[in-house]
C-alpha cells in the first residue's frame, strides 16, 4: 500500500541574494504519512518546521528553490502548476496555522473567513457554506453564534478553534497543525488535544503535527520525527523516543520539556544552532559526545531498530560506562563476610545524570567507590568508554572519571592553597604548562562560583565554609574535564540552603559542560530534581532503575513505594498528581 | 591572641614545612617561626631562649671558659671567685668549665638519639601506617614489645654489660625511644591515608612518593618534632642517670658524671662543697629539661588543634 503522503529527500533553500548566496531551511528530509496516521514533527524554533509544512502546501514564497519530491496520492507536488496545486490546497491538505491574530482577517467576520474557502473550493452556495460553517463549529465545540463574531472578539483557545474548523471546511485528507497550542494554556490545549483525538477518531484525518511541545504531541501522536537546523535527527515511535532518546538532541529537547518529568528542574539545551551551513552534523557544537568525525561529515538517518532511525555517526547516545557482575563484601568483625555490593550491573550514558537513591549501608556509597576505582579491581567488570577497566586511575588524564566525596571537609587537606588544590591533579600528571595551569583553576574556580582572585587563591582551604570547600573539590574534578563525575552524597553535610547552591551549580554545570554524572543521595527528592534515570539500591542491590518519574509515580518493589511515600507523606506531596 | 591566630600559625607552620620540601619561599619559613615563637607563652620563649643560650654555651665552651675541664686548674674544692666562677671540684679542676663541656655531652646525646629515633621510627611507621599489610602487623608487635620494657632498669642492665661509651648509650637509648614516634606516625599515616583528599590525589594518579612527600610528611612532621623534643629530654635525663650511677663513661665530661662524683664525695653534705659542686651541673640538668618541657609543651599546644581536626573522622 502506497503511502498518502511521501516527501523524499526534500531541501529547501532560502535565497538571500543574487549571488547564490542561500540558507537552507530543510535539508534531505523525508517521511512519510499513512491514512489515518498522526505524525508528530518536533524541533527548536528555526529547525525548518514550519518550512516543512509550508512546502507541503506549496505556499513558499518565491525565494526558494526546492529539492526533492513531495509525492501526494501519486503526484509530485513539487512540480505541479500553480493551477493544479489549487485544487488540491485547502481540498486535500489543508493547514492550522499557529493561533494568531494575522492569520484571520481582522476585518472580516469568522464565518465569512469560513464560508470563503468552501465557496471558492467547493463551490457551495452561500447559505450552503453558512449552514456547513456552522456544522463544524458544532465540530469544534464552538458555538455557532461566534460565526458573527470578528476575530479578536474571540480567545486564542476559540480562535483556534476557529482556524481548525476552516481548515475542515473542505474535508481534506490531510491536515497539517502548525504550532496549535503553542499559545495556549493548558486547559485549552488538553481540550484542543481531546478534539484532534476525536477528529481522528470520527473521520480518519491524517495529520502532521508540527510543534516544540513533547508532552503535548506524545498523548497524540503515534510516529515522531525530530528536526534540527534543518535536518531530520532521530525518527520512530513517539512513546519509545521520550521513554528512551537516541539522539542527545531528542534528549536535550525531552529534557527541556515540562510536564515529562514532574518533578525535575528544567534545563535547555546550551548553545545555539549553527548559522549557515556547516559541514559535519549541525549539532556538533552542542552534543556530549562529539567526535572529530562529526566535524566534518554530516551523519544520515540510519535504522538502528525497528522502525527507529537516528543520524548520529556513533548510533545515538553512547554508554559511557557499563558495570557488571559487581560484587564487594566486608569482613564482620566476627570474621562472616558482609556483601556490601550483590550482583550489580549499571550503565551510564554519555550526558546522563543517574541518581543512586538507597538509605544509609545500602552499598551506594561503596557502589559509587569502585566505580571510580577507589578499591582498585577484581570485584567486576567495568568497561568505560569500551575499554575494561582494570583498576587502572581513569582520572589520572583528561575525559576520564573524576569522584567528589561527601565530607567537605576532608576533602581537600587544609594546609593547602585553593590554588594548590585545585591544580593539584594537573601537577601530579605534569599536565600543561605551569602559567597555563594557574589560568585553568581561575576558569575552573569561577564555573563554580568561587572568586578566583590572588587573595582568594592562596586563603588555605581550611578557612574557607563547608559550602566553599565543596565548591573548591568541585573545581578540582572539572579542572580534569571528565566525562563521568561522580557525586557521593556530595551537599548531605550541607546546610539547606547551601546544599541547594551546590546542587544547582553541579546541575547547571553538568548541563552546560556536558558530562555523564553518578548523583548518590539518600534523599530520592533531591534526586528526582536532578536525575534522568533513578536507581534504588537496597542491602548491595539495585532493586529499580528506570526513568526517574517512572520510579516515583509507579514504583514496582515494595522498597521503592516505602521510601517514596516516605517522602511524600511527610513532605505533604501527593503523588501520582 | 584569639583562636583563629593560633589557627592561621598551625597553617603557617605547616606551610613552611611544605614549602621547605620544595627549598622555596625561605621568607615565609622565617615568617612562620616568628609565628610560632610569637604564639608561645612567656615561659616557652624564655626556655626556646634559654635553649639557644645553653647550645651556644656548648658550641663555643673553649671561647667562654678559661680552663680546660679535664686540666688541675687550680687547688682541689675552692669556692667561687674571680680564678674559678664557679669553684674547683676535689681534682681541682673548673667547675664552671665542667658544666660548659659537659653541655655538649648532654646536647649530643640528647640530638643523637631523638634524631636517630625519631627520624628512624618516623619513617618505620610511616611504612608501616602507609603501606599496611604484614609488614604493619610485624611493626606493631615490635612496638608493643619495646614500649612494654620497663625501659630503665634494661636501660641499667645493658649499660652495665655494655662497654659505656658515648655510641653504646646512644644506641641503647634510641633502642629503647624508637618505639613512640613510630606509633605516632604510623597512626597518623594511617588514618590520612583514608583521607578523601588522599584518596582524590590517587585517584588522579598520585604515587606513594607524591602522596607521603606532599601530603603525608607536612601532616606528620610537626607531631613528630614535639614527639623528638621529649625523646631529646628523656635521652638526657636517662644518660644523666645513668652516669650518675655511675654507670657512664668515667672519662667523659657529663653532668651526670659531675652528680655521681659530687655525690660520691664522702659526707659532701656536712661540708660547703655541695653548695658549688652539687648545685651546678643539677641546676644546668633541670634547666635544660626545663626549657626543653616548656618548648615541647608549647609547640604541642601550637600543634593541638591540628591533632584533634586530625582525630576526627
Not at chain 1, 558530562?515 to 534523599?523: C, G, L, P, R, V
Amino acid at each position: 500500500m502506497t503511502p498518502l503522503l511521501q516527501i523524499n529527500d526534500l531541501s529547501v533553500d532560502y535565497l538571500t541574494d543574487e549571488n547564490g548566496g542561500y540558507f537552507r531551511a530543510t535539508d534531505r528530509i523525508s517521511l512519510t504519512l499513512e491514512k489515518g496516521e498522526m505524525l508528530a514533527v518536533v524541533g527548536e524554533s528555526g529547525s525548518g518546521k514550519t518550512t516543512l509544512a509550508l512546502s507541503i502546501m506549496g505556499l513558499l514564497p518565491e525565494n526558494v528553490s526546492v529539492k526533492g519530491s513531495i509525492i501526494f496520492k501519486g503526484n509530485d507536488l513539487n512540480s505541479m502548476p500553480e493551477e493544479d496545486k489549487d485544487t488540491i490546497r485547502w481540498k486535500e491538505i489543508a493547514i492550522v496555522f499557529q493561533n494568531s491574530l494575522e492569520v484571520l482577517n481582522p476585518v472580516m467576520r469568522v464565518g465569512d473567513q469560513i464560508c470563503e474557502p468552501m465557496i471558492k473550493h467547493l463551490h457551495l452556495e452561500e447559505d450552503e457554506a453558512k449552514k456547513r460553517s456552522s456544522e463544524l463549529f458544532g465540530l469544534v465545540d464552538l458555538d455557532p453564534v461566534w460565526l458573527e463574531a470578528y476575530p479578536h472578539q474571540l480567545s486564542g483557545g476559540m480562535r483556534q478553534r476557529a482556524l481548525i474548523a476552516m481548515a475542515l471546511s473542505c474535508q481534506p485528507d490531510i491536515l497539517i497543525l502548525d504550532e496549535v497550542t503553542s499559545a495556549l494554556d493548558a486547559f485549552t490545549k488538553a481540550k484542543i488535544a481531546d478534539l484532534l483525538i476525536r477528529l481522528q477518531k470520527d473521520f480518519g484525518y491524517s495529520m502532521i503535527l508540527i510543534s516544540h511541545d513533547i508532552s503535548f504531541l506524545s498523548s497524540l501522536t503515534n510516529r515522531m520525527m525530530v528536526m534540527y537546523a534543518g535536518r531530520a535527527m532521530e525518527r520512530g515511535d513517539t512513546d519509545k523516543m521520550i521513554d528512551h532518546p537516541l539522539h542527545p538532541y531528542t534528549r536535550g529537547l525531552i529534557n527541556s520539556t515540562p510536564g515529562i518529568f514532574l518533578y525535575r528542574d528544567l534545563w535547555g539545551i546550551p548553545g545555539e544552532a549553527p548559522e549557515g551551513e556547516v559541514p559535519g552534523c549541525p549539532f556538533y557544537s552542542r552534543c556530549t559526545q562529539r567526535i572529530q568525525q562529526c566535524k566534518t561529515s554530516c551523519p544520515d538517518l540510519r535504522p538502528v531498530d525497528i522502525e527507529r532511525e537516528v543520524a548520529c555517526h556513533l548510533g545515538g547516545v553512547v554508554t559511557l560506562l557499563s558495570a557488571s557482575g559487581m560484587n564487594y563484601s566486608y569482613r564482620m568483625p566476627d570474621g562472616k563476610m558482609l556483601d556490601a555490593i550483590k550482583d550489580v550491573c549499571l550503565d551510564i550514558s554519555e550526558g546522563e545524570v543517574l541518581a543512586i537513591v538507597g538509605q544509609t549501608g545500602s552499598g551506594k556509597s561503596t557502589l559509587a567507590h569502585m566505580l571510580a576505582g577507589v578499591m582498585g579491581s577484581g570485584f567486576g567488570e567495568v568497561l568505560f568508554k569500551g575499554n575494561r577497566m582494570n583498576g587502572e586511575r581513569y582520572g589520572s588524564h583528561y575525559g576520564g572519571i573524576q569522584i567528589v566525596f561527601q565530607d567537605p571537609v576532608n576533602a581537600t587537606s587544609s594546609r593547602f592553597t585553593v590554588l594548590d588544590a585545585v591544580k593539584e591533579p594537573l601537577d601530579i600528571n605534569n599536565l600543561e604548562r605551569l602559567d597555563e595551569r594557574i589560568k585553568l583553576v581561575k576558569l575552573a574556580l569561577s564555573s563554580v562560583g568561587l572568586p578566583c582572585s590572588d587573595e582568594f587563591l592562596n586563603q588555605f582551604c581550611g578557612s574557607l565554609s563547608g559550602g566553599q570547600r565543596q565548591r573548591v573539590a568541585l573545581a578540582r574534578a572539572l579542572i580534569m574535564k571528565p566525562k563521568l563525575l561522580i557525586a557521593d552524597e556530595i551537599t548531605s553535610s550541607l546546610d539547606v540552603s547551601t546544599s541547594a547552591n551546590v546542587l544547582r551549580l553541579l546541575k547547571g554545570l553538568q548541563n552546560s559542560q556536558g558530562f555523564a554524572m553518578i548523583y548518590i543521595t539518600h534523599d530520592l527528592m533531591i534526586a528526582l530534581k536532578v536525575a534522568d534515570r533513578i536507581a534504588i539500591m537496597e542491602r548491595g542491590r539495585i532493586i529499580e532503575i528506570g526513568n526517574s518519574h517512572q520510579v516515583m509515580l509507579h514504583p514496582h518493589e515494595e522498597a521503592t513505594r516505602k521510601l517514596v511515600e516516605a517522602k511524600t507523606n511527610r513532605g505533604g506531596l501527593i503523588p501520582g498528581g | 591572641m584569639g583562636k583563629g591566630a593560633i589557627k592561621t600559625d598551625i597553617f603557617w607552620l605547616q606551610n613552611h614545612w611544605r614549602n621547605q620540601w620544595h627549598q622555596r619561599y625561605w621568607k615565609h619559613i622565617i615568617e612562620s617561626i616568628r609565628r610560632t615563637f610569637a604564639s608561645f607563652t612567656m615561659a616557652g620563649r624564655i626556655s626556646l631562649i634559654g635553649l639557644l643560650l645553653i647550645i651556644f654555651v656548648a658550641i663555643f665552651a673553649p671561647f667562654v671558659t678559661m680552663h680546660e675541664p679535664s686540666a688541675i686548674s687550680g687547688s682541689s674544692l675552692v669556692p667561687p671567685g674571680p680564678e674559678h666562677i664557679l669553684g674547683t671540684d676535689e681534682l681541682g679542676m673548673d667547675i664552671w668549665s665542667q658544666i660548659c663541656y659537659g653541655a655538649r655531652m648532654s646536647l649530643v646525646i640528647g640530638l643523637a638519639v631523638s634524631l636517630i629515633s625519631g627520624v628512624g621510627g618516623g619513617i618505620l611507621g610511616l611504612l608501616g601506617g602507609y603501606m599496611g599489610g604484614n609488614w604493619d602487623k610485624l611493626l606493631l608487635r615490635a612496638i608493643d614489645i619495646t614500649m612494654a620494657l620497663p625501659s630503665f632498669p634494661l636501660l641499667i642492665v645493658i649499660a652495665a654489660f655494655l662497654n659505656p661509651n658515648i655510641v653504646n648509650v646512644i644506641l641503647v637509648l634510641v633502642f629503647l625511644s624508637w618505639a613512640r614516634p613510630a606509633r605516632i606516625v604510623r597512626s597518623s599515616a594511617l588514618s590520612m591515608k583514608k583521607q578523601q583528599y588522599i584518596i582524590s590525589a590517587r585517584l588522579n594518579g598520585a604515587g606513594s612518593s607524591y602522596i607521603i612527600r606532599r601530603h603525608i610528611m607536612p601532616e606528620v612532621l610537626p607531631i613528630l618534632f614535639v614527639s623528638i623534643l621529649n625523646i631529646a629530654s628523656y635521652a638526657i635525663v636517662a644518660e644523666s642517670g645513668l652516669a650518675f650511677l655511675g654507670l657512664g663513661d668515667p672519662t667523659s665530661k657529663s653532668w651526670g658524671m659531675m652528680l655521681h662524683y659530687a655525690t660520691s664525695f664522702r659526707s659532701i653534705y656536712f661540708t660547703p662543697y655541695w653548695q658549688w659542686w652539687l648545685i651546678p651541673p643539677l641546676v644546668a640538668l633541670i634547666f635544660l629539661l626545663l626549657c626543653l618541657a616548656f618548648v615541647g609543651r608549647d609547640m604541642e599546644r601550637v600543634i593541638d588543634p591540628k591533632l584533634r581536626m586530625g582525630g576526627r573522622s
